[in-house]
T-cell receptor, first 112, second 116 residues
Framework: QKEVEQNSGPLSVPEGAIASLNCTYS??????FFWYRQYSGKSPELIMS????GDKEDGRFTAQLNKASQYVSLLIRDSQPSDSATYLC????????????FGQGTTLQVKP | ETGVTQSPTHLIKTRGQQVTLRCSSQ?????VSWYQQALGQGPQFIFQ???????GRGNFPPRFSGLQFPNYSSELNVNALELDDSALYLC???????????????FGPGTRLLVL
């Protein structure tokens, strides 16, 4: 079992729709979770961090965390073609070594 | 722009050679972490440096080594390069706060290494 799992996609949504990206993790000791966006050929760029159960909103983005189900999600409202990228879910392991554990990423395609 | 810089941007080496990659951390950050990202995969943790010492290490052989300098910048050295070392190498800086709390990591632009 992978430590952080994501569906690789591609996830295709029409412009203006809600994109829903999901992630599960295996280490129950993980406390900090992150979503990064990565455009092709570029480095990961932080979108959201979330530490507590529930929802966290920032503009068009909402991160959701459910520690009991070991589940993290990212919703993108009013999706734009510029949102087309790979979205990486990451978590700190419980060992506190600075190791961010990444999923393989979900490719999102927003079609005009 | 995160304020994390890396050099060089691209590099071509041959199998068996050695390479040194460099990273300058964001102002106010005291840790540097290195990751290897193969095509189509998520980044894989190599190690983290804090106070000029290795704070944690991923599943990479000893030919991957690093340094952190007093100004918090860092180097990644890879000896005896193999074809599978071809990847995007990412540096991320962050703060290790009081109580050893790991804060958010911010990535530099990366160095793309090709081993022939």
């Amino acid at each position: 079992q992978k430590e952080v799992e994501q569906n690789s996609g591609p996830l295709s949504v029409p412009e203006g729709a809600i994109a829903s990206l999901n992630c599960t993790y295996s280490d129950r000791g993980s406390q900090s979770f992150f979503w990064y966006r990565q455009y092709s050929g570029k480095s990961p760029e932080l979108i959201m961090s979330i530490y507590s159960n529930g929802d966290k909103e920032d503009g068009r983005f909402t991160a959701q965390l459910n520690k009991a189900s070991q589940y993290v999600s990212l919703l993108i409202r009013d999706s734009q073609p510029s949102d087309s990228a790979t979205y990486l879910c990451a978590a700190y392991g419980s060992s506190n070594t600075g190791k961010l554990i990444f999923g393989q990423g979900t490719t999102l395609q927003v079609k005009p | 722009e995160t304020g994390v810089t890396q050099s060089p941007t691209h590099l071509i080496k041959t199998r068996g050679q050695q390479v040194t990659l460099r990273c300058s951390s964001q102002s106010g950050h005291n840790t540097v972490s290195w990751y290897q990202q193969a095509l189509g995969q998520g980044p894989q943790f190599i190690f983290q440096y804090y106070r000029e010492e290795e704070n944690g290490r991923g599943n990479f052989p000893p030919r991957f080594s690093g340094l952190q300098f007093p100004n918090y910048s860092s180097e990644l050295n890879v000896n005896a390069l193999e074809l599978d070392d071809s990847a995007l190498y990412l540096c991320a800086s962050s703060r290790l706060g009081s109580g050893n709390y790991q804060e958010t990591q911010y990535f530099g632009p990366g160095t793309r290494l090709l081993v022939l």
